[in-house]
């Protein structure tokens, strides 16, 4: 293993304990104490937590066991050598801070404001190749089988489910209501962790001065442009199709300069959500 092998590792492992930290906070200050359960392994620990009293950072623990057999089974040892580091270091800290009690009695804000941390630390956690343990690990699993969903939508499924129970353990609709919401939360915030940098515009533009408007992308906004070959349908000419990938903020950018060069030019704009090349994400790293 080399010197930078072992600095990548430690500052993996610093990031996972500080993640640690961010998903207690928002499990013991703001669900757990205002009774949401937001799906889960840590949801039915607070469900288990009602009905036993046993610690839920403990339960946290011991509700992992048989997930983590399943994660050294799937990923082998490696893997789940920095899940379980996560998985204890959120356990204790859990425990350590449940009691402070609840930051607020706002059930809205706890939803809000527990789910964000929640997600938070869950998409720095998954940003190391490590996960929390629990449905992580199961979420894991299923991106392989299933590699188009998203992680936050397959988490918001397995968590509804989970959050709906809560409504027979604390007999109360709203306690339901709240959680969802934090599902919902942590579904957007975990998203928008793990892959909002990623989001730009496909820009295809069909002109007939493509070579001027290619060289004022090119030189104003400085980003990379490829030429397609088109035939028009009606006309039958041969046309230069523009084609560019930019990020969001850049795109007004290029509409101006078509505007400029030709009012008339045919564009379409949309969302490409994973971008991988230069000045994106490495096309042979591990999809989160």
Partial sequence: MTVKDIKRKCLNYCMITLAAGIYAAGVSLFLDPNNLAPGGITGIAILINR????????????????????????FGWKFILSTFYAIFAISIATDILAPMGAVTGDPLLAAVA?????AVALGMVFRTGATTGGMDIV??????????MRTGSLFLITDVMIASLSGLVFGNVDVVLYALIAVFVMSAVMDRVLYGTDEAKLI??????PDQIAQ???????IGV????????????????????????????????????????????????????????NIFADKI
């Fill in 51 to 74: 009905l036993t009293g046993i610690g839920t950072g403990m339960l946290i623990l011991l509700l992992n066991v048989p997930l983590i057999l399943l994660g050294i089974w799937k």
């Fill in 204 to 209: 295809y533009i069909i002109s007939d001065s």
């Fill in 114 to 118: 527990g789910g964000t941390l929640v």
């Fill in 139 to 148: 979420i894991k699993v299923l991106r392989i089988r299933y590699p188009h």
């Fill in 226 to 281: 490829t030429y397609l070959q088109g035939k028009g349908a009606y006309s039958s000419q041969n046309k230069k199709v523009i084609m560019c990938v930019t990020k969001k903020q850049q795109a007004p950018g290029i509409e101006s300069i078509i505007k400029e060069e030709d009012p008339r030019a045919f564009m379409i704009i949309s969302s490409a959500s994973e971008i991988y090349g230069e000045g994106y994400k």
């Fill in 216 to 222: 004022r992308i090119l030189g104003e906004i400085d």
